[in-house]
Each structure stands twice: as structure tokens, then as C-alpha cells.
């Protein structure tokens, strides 16, 4: 089996030859085993505990909420029982007393990963129908059909689905040396690999070699592909990467990298350590839950 990062691992059953049988969804809409996990503000509703859990709720008294036009879908089945996600922003229903709204990033390096995974499910797509109300073709207000999982247009017939943006996310690496570098626009971005969204018409190995260049300057002979994430903010598919270079003379695009720089093995093992210990210095290495921490940990480890 691969590696397999924050937000990834979804345990649930996503039942999507389904989703569009109403007949189906209304059943386990009324089930009394059904459950729905509950967001406010992109923030999902979990009990405190070691680790924190999603605070599941009996349907019944959210479904005034649901039927009443807030957004929700199907997440899926776990091991046979309904499992939704309700946006209740704004509602006026008060909050359940088991839990708490909590950040989803904090949230993701405490939960088991299963539960991060589903909860990154449920916010990508509450996300994406706030920023999608709208047909993309007419402009006409869309509907929302199949579970959550499609939003149709009564005026042109258009259907829109879900999206996925693919980013590449690549460690340069030279021999015993890799590069690591610190995002320009994030304040108190820690080091990490480099990244890009990928663009139409590209392959996901160009859009390795065009970033690299682009931000540090090598020229990159091979990209190898090494594993993927989910990164649920707001709907992002990571694509890890280790690519080899074939320089080690940079040429850094300041506007992307505030800067970039050579590491050895054994320096990018003890940013693991300081990393995975919480301290979050701008020297150090981006936090477990990311992909990029993964991919400079398993390198230094020697398995590139
Ligand atoms: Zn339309």
C-alpha cells in the first residue's frame, strides 16, 4: 500500500452510482441510523478528546435546516449507514452541547486520518457550492441535484460538477543536496517544496519542470511521481513529486520565494524532528499534515 497523508484514507463508502436515486436518498434521509456532521463557517462541529472525534448528529432536528435550502450532501456510508454534512452558517438552531467548532488545519495533524479525510471531503464541497450558486455558462442561480455531488441549471440545462484543482508539489534534488524554499506570500511560511497549480494543456511532469524553473531557476531532468493529497482549501488534489536536477546554480523568482536554498540529508532530518516536535520557526520544515513535509522526510530518510 502507499503512504497516505492528512485528508487522505477516506473510510467511507462514497456510493456515487447512487447518489441521483431520490427514492434511495430520501430512505436514508428519514433512517434512524443515518448521521450528519455539521460545519459552521467551513469549521466542522467535533468532541474534544485525544483524539478530537466528529460530533455525528441524529438528522431529525437539523432537517427543517436541510429541507429549508441550506447546503448539504451525502458524504457516504460507513458500513452501511448514511453519513451527511450540513452547513449550518448563520442558523439559528442552537449549537449541540457535545462539541465544538473547531479549525480544520489544527484539526487534521490531532484527528485519526479516516475522520480528517471525511471532514475534507465536507468542507471542499460546502466550499465549492458557496463559490458555484451561479451557472458558470448563463449566469442563471443552479440547483443542487445528486446528493451534493451536482448543481444543474434550470435555464440552459448546464450541470456543473465538483472541482479539483491539481497542484504540483516537487522536491529539487541534486545528488546528497535537495531545495527547499519559503513562500514569499505567506507570512511566516516555514521551508517546504515547491509548488504550482497546473495549467491546461500540461502534463503533471511539465508542470513539475515549468514551476521549477520558473521559481528557482534548474532545469529538471526527471520529475518521478511519489504520492498525492487531498487539500480540502479550498479544493486542491497535491501531486508529490521528487524531481532531479540537473544544476545546482539558482536564479530564484523573489515574487514566488521569499528564498530558497540547498539542504543536505541530515539537515532536512532534524527540521523533520523540529517540525513534527511543533516548532514552528520560519527555519524549519512545513508540519506534518503537509505533503511537502513527507516528501523531504522520505527522501532524507534515503528512499529516493
Ligand atoms: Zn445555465
Redo the contacts with the bound molecule.
Keep these: 500500500m502507499e503512504e497516505v497523508y492528512a485528508f487522505g484514507g477516506n473510510p467511507l463508502d462514497r456510493v456515487s452510482e447512487r447518489r441521483a436515486d431520490a427514492a434511495w436518498l430520501g430512505a436514508l434521509l428519514d433512517h434512524a441510523d443515518s448521521r450528519v456532521a455539521l460545519l459552521s463557517e467551513l469549521k466542522p462541529l467535533v468532541r474534544a478528546g485525544t483524539p478530537p472525534t466528529i460530533a455525528w448528529q441524529p438528522l431529525a432536528p437539523w432537517r427543517g435546516l436541510m429541507d429549508g435550502g441550506a447546503t448539504w450532501l451525502l458524504l457516504g456510508l460507513a458500513d452501511g449507514r448514511a453519513r451527511f454534512a450540513l452547513d449550518v452558517t448563520g442558523a439559528a438552531t442552537s449549537v449541540p452541547a457535545d462539541g465544538a467548532f473547531g479549525d480544520m488545519r489544527a484539526l487534521a495533524g490531532e484527528m485519526d486520518g479516516g475522520a480528517a479525510a471525511i471532514l475534507g471531503e465536507a468542507r471542499a464541497l460546502i466550499d465549492w457550492h458557496a463559490r458555484h450558486g451561479f ?1 458558470a ?4 442561480r ?1 440547483t443542487v441535484h445528486s446528493a451534493g455531488w451536482c448543481r444543474r ?1 434550470p ?4 450541470q456543473h460538477f465538483p472541482r479539483v484543482d491539481p497542484v504540483v508539489i516537487m522536491l529539487p534534488v541534486l545528488g546528497e543536496r535537495c531545495l527547499l524554499g519559503r513562500n514569499a506570500r505567506r507570512a511566516g511560511a516555514r521551508f517546504s517544496c515547491l509548488a504550482g497549480f497546473v495549467e491546461p494543456g500540461e502534463t503533471l511532469e511539465e508542470a513539475v519542470r515549468r514551476e521549477v524553473r520558473e521559481e528557482s531557476g534548474l532545469i529538471v531532468a526527471r520529475a518521478h511521481y511519489v504520492a498525492s493529497q487531498p487539500w480540502p482549501f479550498p479544493s486542491s488534489l497535491m501531486c508529490g513529486f521528487i524531481a532531479e536536477a540537473t544544476g545546482d546554480e539558482l536564479k530564484i523568482d523573489h515574487s514566488e520565494l521569499a528564498t530558497a536554498r540547498w539542504f543536505s540529508r541530515a539537515e532536512v532530518l532534524a527540521m523533520v524532528a523540529r517540525s513534527t516536535a511543533g516548532d514552528g520557526a520560519e527555519d524549519s520544515l512545513a508540519p506534518p499534515i503537509a505533503i511537502g513535509h513527507q516528501l523531504a522526510r522520505r527522501w532524507a530518510s534515503g528512499e529516493f
Design positions: 451557472c455558462v448563463c449566469g442563471t443552479s441549471c435555464s440552459c440545462k448546464g
